[in-house]
């Protein structure tokens, strides 16, 4: 097959609210001709809202229903859980108010059933529902929190977070029913969204989605305009960025998010969306950055631990879009903490869901149940095969070097060593993932399944003698079913291995349906690694660390980057003092003044705090010879 690349354009505009009124006249002609189109010509249920009656973080819905149910009781529930979370949500627990009306304004009765639904009786009359939404960001949950990116957040006349199962319900058996959405917004507040709009003005904005399903898969945020936009080949790239604080950021995670998308169309023949919108929530956590580098009451530290444990940072998937809840911690020194870091991390493996489960997946998604969901054992997909890609398009497009990508899948392989394989099998875990039991054990899906997924690449290039790879297998079976047709949820896994060798299925049987630990072993040689239990390499010795120096420190505050010399022993090398004040982060930075490793024998220049004065020790660098467990290398090109 000829694959044909197209160049990448940065075409790009930046938005800001003083163009924001000509942006909307703009569209306005689009909305006509949206209006004007069949997709459109439908009639069904309306909803309104008004941002400008938020009082309190209360929001008011009403909804009109453009035909009177056929039956005398009907149920209206909200979402238990929606697709790509793993982990009951039950947005119904944030009703406030649920009044069923008649025509001419009578009340019907209406009676809650579960966490979830709504019982209406007498429902032939019914013809409105008003109902009242409690803000879910601001009510941290203790039992069954929600996580942030797919939390809703009214914050009045600044920001509202649509994530829609927070916001919109349903009548069982109309989930395949279009819907109709008015919004009256404050004329500075724009929605960005992925969702067709029917008018879009400074003072409204009108969706609509062909189903319920569709709407739950386009959140909508609402706020000044901070955004920037892009094409990578022909996919527009759409920014859009809250601050809480008001910060411009989305000029700056352009340039990210312009890296990332081209290490992606690097990766794949063809992306496989025309627009694709990146929805950015950032949250002001300077707090909680203060106790990682300062000093802290114990309480204090406590309280705001437990809140940072609470916080969902990170991101959801969307069709043609993915909305993120990211922490300015103030710490943009510490790269692993920064925002460009949370962002490039997430935004890779979010796109990439388009190839599953938005694209590929089974029965279970593609017909969701959202009253009473019923999960898949495909997760090693879903989530183990998205972030494999995620790490290898990062090495592969260069926004990592080849060291750090077998850095991180070492780590994922050490981590998914903890996997309780005799207990469950991965598949198992995935099905029954609501529950307590297994539910634990999610955070697998990234570390185990992300190395299920190298094995499984490996071990597909050995059978095949290189002449396909996991992503041609991907691509193949996309291809087969796409967005709207559903493979089945018991026989998927023979259809994979047909595709590729009979000699397949036993590692499925051993390490995905089955019980075994792996052995990574020379199958990882087609990928062009080494695999080994454990090795003796030269490391970097650190100062600030008991076994490598003859010193005692304790951790001031946080996560204990700062930290106080308790005493020294005789055979310290570093020339540090009892009393002194050391910060860890800045040994890393004194060993790589140049983004490169100091050699053994050099000098790095450390900064020590001394008697309440900053001196520079000169260090000389050490290395020593460490054994290492589970080691990935790089196998030497012949």
Known sequence: MLLCKLNFYNLITFCSSSDFNLFCMKNLYFAIILLLSPFFVFSQHLYEIDLNKIEKDVLPVKMTLSKAPQKDQVIYSFPATVPGTYETQDFGRFVLSMNAKTADGKNLKVKKQGNNSFIISDAKKLKYLEYTLEDIMDRKVKKNPIFDPVATNFEEGK?????????????????????EIKIVKPSQLYGSTS??????????????????????DCPIM??????????????????????????????HFYEVLKRDMQAIDDFLPDLPVDNYTFIIYVDDLKEIGKSITGKMGLIKKIKLALKFRNLGIGALEHGNSSTYYLADLGVADIKELSLDNQLSGAAIHEFMHILTPLGLHSERIGNFNYTNPLMSKHLWLYEGV????????????????PDEYLKEMEAKLAQGLDFPVSEMSFTEMSEHVLEEKFHKHYGQVYMRGAVLAMLLDAEIQRLTSGQKSLIDVMLLL?????????????????????????????????????????????QLNYVGISYYD?????????????????????????????????????????????GDIVNLNDYRSAIEPNGQKLKEGEIAKLKVKRNNEVIILDVVVKYGMKEKKHVLRWMEKK
Do not use: C, M
């Open 386 to 401: 998205t972030e494999y890609f995620a790490n290898l398009i990062k090495f592969k497009g260069g926004v990592i070097s």
């Open 478 to 522: 996309n291809a087969r079913y796409g967005a709207n047709r559903s493979f089945d949820e018991q026989t998927f896994i023979a259809e994979l291995v047909k595709e590729v060798h009979p000699d397949l299925q036993q590692f499925f049987s051993n390490y995905i349906e089955g019980k075994n630990q792996w052995k990574p072993n020379d």
């Open 159 to 179: 920001n509202f977070l649509f994530n829609n199962g927070g916001i919109f319900g349903f009548f069982e058996g109309e989930e395949a029913d279009p819907i």
């Open 534 to 578: 454990s090795l003796q390499e030269s490391v970097l010795l650190s100062p600030f660390n008991a076994k490598d120096n003859d010193i005692t420190l304790k951790a001031i505050g946080g996560i204990g980057l700062e930290q106080y010399v308790v005493k020294t022993g005789p055979n310290e090398w570093a020339g540090l003092k009892q």
């Open 222 to 251: 609402f706020s000044v305009p901070d955004t920037a936009q892009f094409y990578v080949g022909n996919t527009k790239v759409t920014i859009s960025v809250f601050d809480v604080n008001g910060v411009p950021r989305a000029k």
């Open 195 to 216: 969702l067709p709009q029917t008018l879009s003005n400074s003072g409204q904005q009108h969706f609509k989605a062909n189903s319920y399903h569709q709407l739950i």
